[in-house]
C-alpha cells in the first residue's frame, strides 16, 4: 500500500448516495398507487402482488414493456420531465387492456448518465399518476446511473405491466366477422410514436420548443407536443364489464405503425377493416405536421394516430350499448368503420384524412 487515496465510484461518475436519495423522495408517490393485492412499498429486491386479494378466481396473467421512444428528447430539451413517466405507463397499460386484462402493477427502469434527484422525482410523479389513472400499482423499478453511455442530461426509460384476466374472457374472440362494426376512441395528440419523425419536422420548421404552439393556442410548441398519451383502462374496463362477453370483440390500441399495421394485429385471416376517414376528427397537430413536413396522408396514416388511439370492433347488435358504457364511463366513442371480407389489403379506406 503506497498510502494515496484510491478512486472511488463518485469520482467514477455514479453516486450511490444519490440513487439511495432519489429512492426516499419517491416512496410518497409509491404509496399513493396502493390497490387490492399491493402495498405498493418499495426498496427491497422484488415487488409482491397478490391476486387473490385483488378478487381473481383463475386468472391468466398478461404482460407487456415498452418505452416512450425519443419523445422523451423533447423533455430533455425543454426540462419539463412531469408528464412523460404518464407516456411510460401509457405504452404498456393500454397494450394489456387490448387483451381484455386489468392491468395490476407496474416497475419502471430509469437509466441516465448523471442523476439528478429533482429531474428522477418528477419523472417518478408521472410514473405514478400514470398508474393512478389506470388503477395499477408502482411496485418497483431500476435506476441506472451509466456515465459514458449517456451524455449530459440525458435519459432513457422503459416500463414493465402485468395484468389479469379470468380464464375464458381475453381478447380479441372468435367471430369476428363482416358486419361487426368499429368504434374509435379519441386520443389526446400524437402519443408516443412518430417523434423521430416529429422533431425532423420541428427542426425543418425553424422553431423552438419554447415557440408558441402554430397549432395549440396558449401552449408553447415543446408543451404541446408533450401531452401524454392518453390511458384507456378504466372506460374499456367499464364497458367491458356493463356489456358482458362477446359485445366487444377486439380492442387494438393504435401506436406505431398507425391503422395499417396494428389494426390486422386483432383480426382473423378471412376478415379486414374498411375505415371511413370522413368520420375521424383529426386533431390540428396532425395538420401542422403534415403541412410543415410535407407527409403524405398515407404516410401519416401509417406513422401517426391521426386522432383515433383506441378501436373497437364490436357486434352491431351491441355496438349501441358498448357507445353507452363508454360514454357513461367518459369516453367520446365514434363510429369509423365495420368489418368486410378480406380483400387484398386488410386495412382499406373510405373518405378523406382532414389534415
Request: proline share 7%.
Amino acid at each position: 500500500m503506497t498510502g494515496e487515496r484510491g478512486l472511488t465510484y463518485a469520482e467514477a461518475g455514479v453516486d450511490i448516495d444519490a440513487g439511495n436519495a432519489l429512492v426516499e423522495a419517491i416512496k410518497p408517490l409509491v404509496r399513493a398507487t396502493r390497490r387490492p393485492g399491493a402495498d405498493a412499498e418499495i426498496g427491497g429486491f422484488g415487488g409482491l402482488f397478490d391476486l387473490k386479494a385483488a378478487g381473481f378466481r383463475d386468472p391468466i396473467l398478461v404482460a407487456a414493456n415498452d418505452g416512450v421512444g425519443t419523445k422523451v428528447k423533447i423533455a430533455i430539451e425543454t426540462g419539463r420531465h412531469d408528464t412523460i413517466g404518464i407516456d411510460l405507463v401509457a405504452m404498456c397499460v393500454n397494450d394489456i387492456i387490448v387483451q381484455g386484462a386489468e392491468p395490476l402493477f407496474f416497475l419502471d427502469y430509469y437509466a441516465t448518465g448523471k442523476l439528478v434527484p429533482g429531474v428522477g422525482a418528477a419523472i417518478v410523479r408521472g410514473i405514478a399518476e400514470g398508474c393512478r389513472q389506470a388503477h395499477c400499482a408502482l411496485i418497483g423499478g431500476e435506476t441506472a446511473e451509466m456515465p459514458g453511455l449517456y451524455e449530459g442530461q440525458d435519459y432513457d426509460l422503459a416500463g414493465f405491466a402485468v395484468g389479469a384476466a379470468e380464464r375464458g374472457t381475453l381478447l380479441p374472440v372468435s367471430g369476428i366477422a363482416p358486419g361487426d362494426l368499429v368504434l374509435g376512441l379519441p386520443s389526446s395528440g400524437v402519443h408516443s410514436n412518430g417523434y423521430s419523425l416529429v422533431r425532423r419536422i420541428v427542426q425543418a420548421s425553424g422553431l423552438g420548443y419554447d415557440a408558441p404552439a402554430p397549432f395549440s393556442a396558449g401552449q408553447s410548441l415543446g408543451e404541446a407536443l408533450l401531452t401524454p398519451t392518453r390511458i384507456y383502462v378504466r372506460p374499456l374496463l367499464a364497458a367491458l364489464r356493463a356489456t358482458g362477453p362477446g359485445a366487444v370483440k377486439a380492442l387494438a390500441h393504435i401506436t406505431g405503425g398507425g391503422f395499417p399495421d396494428n389494426l390486422p394485429r386483432v383480426l382473423p385471416d378471412a376478415v379486414g377493416i374498411d375505415l371511413d376517414l370522413d368520420a375521424v376528427a383529426v386533431p390540428p397537430v396532425f395538420g401542422w405536421l403534415a403541412r410543415t413536413g410535407n407527409v403524405a396522408p398515407p404516410e401519416m396514416l401509417r406513422t401517426f394516430n391521426c386522432g383515433i388511439g383506441m378501436v373497437a370492433v364490436v357486434a352491431a347488435a351491441e355496438a349501441d350499448a358498448v357507445e353507452a358504457a363508454l360514454r357513461e364511463a367518459g369516453e367520446a366513442p365514434v363510429r369509423i368503420g365495420r368489418i368486410t371480407p378480406r380483400g387484398e389489403a386488410p386495412v382499406t379506406f373510405s373518405g378523406t384524412l382532414r389534415l
